[in-house]
């Protein structure tokens, strides 16, 4: 799986944070924390799937948006790339 210190971990870092309303909310987010948990609000969710789905050029399915809860998962997504 990759984590932070990957560069999917890396980009998925700055994919959370330009989709926060509150940036520096992913700085005090582990890895695998959950982003509800977290703090992180639906409609930061919204805007983090739409986020990814533009970088990876294609929708998400709805297992890959039922799963998007942590950076982690974010960071899976960027390293499977397109399917």
């Known amino acids: 799986m990759n984590d932070a210190r990957s560069p999917a ?4 870092r700055s994919l959370v944070r330009d989709s926060l309303e509150h940036p520096a909310l992913v700085d005090r987010i582990g890895d ?3 982003f509800a948990a977290a703090g992180v609000g639906s409609g ?3 805007r983090l799937a739409l986020n990814l789905e533009d970088r990876l050029g294609r929708p ?3 297992e890959e948006l039922l799963g998007l809860t942590s950076v982690r998962a974010v960071a899976g997504l960027i390293g499977a790339g397109v399917r």
């Open 9 to 12: 971990g890396n980009d998925a």
């Open 32 to 34: 695998d924390d959950d």
């Open 60 to 62: 998400l399915d709805d």
């Open 44 to 46: 930061e969710l919204i």
